[in-house]
């Protein structure tokens, strides 16, 4: 247990529905982890707080949602993040929308944010809804269709499907391996779906990692 609580600066466009993704995070962290987090919310159109320093949290998130896009202000969120080799993951809320397309909403960010990478694809189910993650370096499925999550093997067909995808993600474990995450280097990019739970265990697994590195 930690003696005091981890600090996660939540920044990003109120379309991303900063405040239940918050209590998510929070919510998943205690129950997988045990501990609770200091999470505090920012706005990416506000301008940033002269009395703020990022240096006092320990890791950040960026959201922003898979239908309304990326606003421009974020990046020097981004930017300040990246001066101070933060820990920082990219968010990509509301995959569950309709009119939400997880791999457009990429190439929006990209045009604004650098340096993240991928490494999942969103599954879906045969009514369109997202349903599971399938993870780009060890090809198993992170199951979300049922309330007990599961991982397991992808099947041949999935393997073709995203082999291109894939590639790219090897090549850029490369230069930045996973485990550089907790210094800043290593950038994710996680889908994520507040209502249907989707993604949360892949958040959880960012903290363990800055929290473990911070018990050494």
């Known amino acids: 247990m930690r003696s005091t609580a981890l600090k996660i600066a939540l920044i990003g466009h109120s379309t991303a529905d900063l405040p239940p993704l918050a209590g998510s995070i929070s919510e998943h962290t205690l129950r997988s982890l045990g501990f609770e987090l200091e999470v505090s919310i ?10 703020l320093n990022l240096a006092n ?3 950040a998130f960026f959201a922003m949602s898979a239908h309304e896009g990326l606003d ?25 929308d309709e009119q939400a397309d997880f791999d457009e909403a990429i190439l929006i960010a990209r045009r604004v944010l650098d340096n993240f990478t991928t490494p999942y694809l969103v599954l879906h189910d045969d009514g369109g809804a997202p349903c ?4 780009l370096k060890d090809l198993t499925i ?15 067909d999935h393997k073709v499907v995203i082999q291109e995808f894939r590639e790219e993600y090897l090549s850029s474990l490369e230069e930045f391996p996973e485990d ?14 507040v209502p249907s739970d989707i993604g949360f265990n892949e958040v959880v697994e960012l903290i363990r990692l800055v929290n473990d590195q911070q018990s050494l």
């Open 42 to 51: 920012f706005e990416s159109s506000a301008p940033i707080p002269t009395e």
């Open 57 to 59: 949290f320990d890791l």
């Open 72 to 96: 421009q202000e974020i990046l020097k969120w981004w930017e300040l993040a990246s001066e101070l080799s933060l820990p920082r993951a990219l968010l990509i809320t509301k995959i569950e």
């Open 132 to 135: 599971a993650l399938i993870n």
């Open 142 to 156: 992170h199951d979300y269709s049922t309330a007990d999550f599961k991982i397991y093997p992808c099947d041949e």
């Open 180 to 193: 550089t995450f907790v210094f800043g280097l290593y950038i994710p990019a996680i889908p994520l779906s």
